[in-house]
């Protein structure tokens, strides 16, 4: 069965610090796909990024990067310079190829204080 | 402009008064689902459907309902709410295949007393 792992449920930095949150998932699958999502305290969910099981490319936009690790199950997110409005929970999350539709497995999430 | 709507946004009801959450999406999206968000447990799914008249259940549909006679409805029925039933609603859609990503409206905040 998919999992999903985000064992930092909290971080506290100080604006323009650099934050990695971590991601770990497990999958029997060869095939899957693994997506960042952000929420705000506004309460929607913003898509941030999805990337494949056969393009472990890490990749940078703006200020965030993604490092895609197959080998430790790993999909971390770092945001450089962090800014207060970075303030939001993190959601880390899987889908197989192989299981019914799309669903989406996510992570616990991360909620990450920015402050000034 | 391609949208998922959830109606209500915040609805205050009773325990054990039957009611429905509204989801549309705009997109043709042939995949639909909902999930709820509980606090420090993420976001898990209830139900799902891949297309009209074809629904199943998700991880916790215990409580809950579905139907999709139409494309871009999916209705969420709570039959009898209870106070556990108050985490965060959220409809989400996409096309069928994994690996795009879903569009999800905006939540729905549920308060049964």
């Known amino acids: 069965a998919q999992k999903v792992t985000q064992a930092q449920t909290e971080i506290s930095v100080v604006e323009k610090e650099d934050v990695t949150l971590d991601c770990v998932y497990e999958?029997?699958?060869?095939?899957?796909?693994l997506f960042w999502y952000k929420q705000p305290p506004s309460g929607e969910l913003v898509f941030l990024i999805r990337?494949?099981?056969?393009?472990?490319q890490n990749e940078i936009s703006g200020r965030y990067s993604w490092n895609f690790q197959k080998s430790t199950s790993s999909f971390n997110f770092t945001i450089t310079a962090s800014q207060v409005v970075d303030s939001a929970v993190y959601f880390c999350?899987?889908?197989?190829?192989?299981?019914?539709?799309?669903?989406?497995?996510f992570g616990e999430g991360t909620q990450l204080t920015v402050n000034p | 402009e391609a949208q998922v709507t959830q109606n209500p946004r915040y609805l205050i009801t009773v325990t054990g008064k039957k009611l429905t959450v509204t989801c549309s999406q705009n997109?043709?999206?042939?995949?639909m689902s909902w999930y709820r968000q509980d606090p420090g447990l993420g976001l898990r799914q209830i139900y799902y459907?891949?297309?009209?008249?074809?629904?199943d259940k998700g991880d916790v549909p215990e409580g809950y309902k579905v139907s999709r006679k139409e494309k871009r409805n999916f209705p969420l029925i709570l039959e009898s709410p209870s106070p556990n039933q108050t985490p965060l609603y959220f409809c989400?859609?996409?096309?069928?295949?994994?690996?795009?990503?879903?569009?999800f409206g905006p939540g729905t905040r549920l308060t049964v007393l």
């Open positions: 999350a899987l889908s197989e190829r192989e299981t019914s539709g799309s669903r989406l497995t």
């Open positions: 999958t029997r699958d060869t095939t899957y796909y």
């Open positions: 459907s891949m297309n009209v008249e074809v629904t």
């Open positions: 989400a859609s996409t096309w069928v295949a994994g690996y795009n990503e879903q569009f």
């Open positions: 990337r494949n099981s056969f393009d472990e």
């Open positions: 997109m043709n999206h042939e995949y």
